[in-house]
């Protein structure tokens, strides 16, 4: 995220540049480090990689808070790429009434504060009946579930990025050796899902900013066809 942050013009290189929503820049650097080799580094078709996976969350900074509440639910209830597929029988129900108490959030009911202490008393007990030993990803699948109800306030950076910790975790936990492709491939989901939920268009096609202002488009588009190597290099200079 740290060339995404360069091209985008920070005033401070970082791995969450300002243009891109936190949940997904952690995502996105959580594949970089999984991708990268013994020394750190990664191989020229992985810093390809890893580029357009950040450049994928350009533009997605600034979204309502109805769209973070329905993309947690889907980061927790998804078929595709949800924590759920991880749970036991005893904590699925846990997480899916946390999951729909972000939907009606998101729909413009929110729930009373005794809703989500009750979803969440009973998520962190169904957490202490996993075994840790034998179902680990299950354990953080349901913490990623318990966490997210301290964003009843989405502006509680802290617990959403734990509700991302956790949740990754819980991947990468439960794909043994296959966690890279996995992980690269939720990066994938949780950026559509996003973008979907927040009316963004996809960055391979031309928004109306993009339409209305066609030289700054055309340097934006051309910035991004700078070999990453050569990115990353000018970063280290810095």
């Known amino acids: 995220m740290n060339a995404i942050s360069y091209i985008n013009g920070d005033a401070q290189v970082t791995d969450f540049p300002a243009c891109s929503a936190r949940p997904l820049a952690a995502l996105v650097q959580s594949c970089n480090d999984l991708l990268a080799g013994p020394g750190g580094y990664l191989s020229p078709d992985n810093s390809l990689l890893a580029l357009e996976l950040g450049w994928q969350t350009v533009g997605t900074a600034d979204v309502a808070d109805s769209v973070i509440h329905a993309w947690v639910a889907e980061l927790l209830t998804n078929s595709t790429w949800g924590v759920l597929r991880y749970a036991n029988i005893g904590a699925i129900k846990a997480i899916i009434d946390i999951a729909q ?136 200079q810095r």
């Open 101 to 236: 108490l972000h939907r009606n959030v998101a729909s413009g009911h929110t729930p009373p504060v005794a809703a989500w202490d009750a979803a969440d008393r009973a998520a962190r007990a169904a957490a202490r009946a996993i075994s840790r030993i034998s179902n680990p990803a299950g354990v953080y699948a349901v913490r990623a579930a318990y966490e997210s109800t301290a964003i009843v306030d989405t502006r509680h950076q802290a617990a959403l990025d734990a509700v991302i910790g956790n949740a990754l975790r819980a991947h990468i936990l439960a794909s043994g050796d296959s966690r890279r492709n996995r992980i690269v491939e939720l990066t994938r989901h949780a950026i559509r899902s996003w973008r979907d939920l927040a009316g963004l268009a996809n960055p391979s096609e031309p928004s109306p900013r993009q339409a209305d202002q066609p030289d700054r488009a055309a340097a934006v588009r051309a910035r991004l066809t700078y070999p990453a190597h050569k990115i990353l290099a000018d970063i280290s």
